[in-house]
């Protein structure tokens, strides 16, 4: 069974930090480019990060440029989202992505909720 499990959202104020996890299994972790996705109310689900396979390449959406930073351990089946300097238009819904490169298979996760407020 594939699984991507999202944790680590959760309230902060604005400036403050999160770091989101996203667990995976029941597929080959090591071989699938990663991404973080958002969606806020009322908005369409955004592009925030992506990871290459081996994690040797990063890219990110410009609104979280010199913010956010995301990483990934092959060796736990794990990938994160260092979140920092948050602001309020961060808050959303945040997605894990798994994507075999080739876009033959696709997993999503239930998302985890980061709200941004004070």
């Known amino acids: 069974q594939v699984l991507l499990v999202e944790s680590g959202g959760g309230l902060v104020q604005p400036g403050g930090s999160l770091r989101l996890s996203c667990e995976a299994s029941g597929f080959t972790f090591s071989l699938f480019i990663m991404r973080w996705y958002r969606q806020a109310p009322g908005k369409e689900r955004e592009l925030v990060a992506g990871i290459t396979s081996t994690g040797a390449g990063t890219d990110y959406a410009d609104s979280v440029k010199a913010r956010f930073t995301i990483s990934r351990d092959n060796a736990r089946n794990t990938m994160y989202l260092q979140m920092n300097s948050l602001k309020r238009d961060d808050t959303a819904v945040y997605y894990c992505?798994?994507?075999?490169?080739?876009?033959?298979?696709?997993?999503w996760g239930q998302g985890t909720q980061v709200t941004v407020s004070s």
């Open positions: 992505n798994a994507r075999l490169p080739g876009g033959v298979l696709e997993y």
